[in-house]
């Protein structure tokens, strides 16, 4: 994942994926802003998110 506005990139695991969005497992997610770009590689320009929900280590996000 890359922050918008930002080169900072975050791995993460993608733990369900739907046509609509996503469950994400980030080991700090207290970094992750509201919205963010997930990309599946380097060159890929990825999926525009918004943060849906947190639990503990888990992300839902909506894809936008």
Do not use: Y
Not at 13 to 39: C, H, M, W, Y
Not at 48 to 64: I, P, S, T
Request: charged share 35%; glycine share 8%; hydrophobic share 40%.
């Amino acid at each position: 994942m890359s922050l918008e506005g930002d080169f900072a990139a975050r791995k993460c695991t993608v733990v369900d994926i739907s046509e609509n969005g996503a469950k994400l497992k980030i080991e700090d997610p207290q970094f992750i802003r509201p919205q963010f770009r997930l990309k599946f590689s380097r060159t890929d320009h990825g999926r525009r998110c918004k943060v849906a929900w947190r639990k503990g280590l888990l992300l839902g996000v909506e894809f936008l």
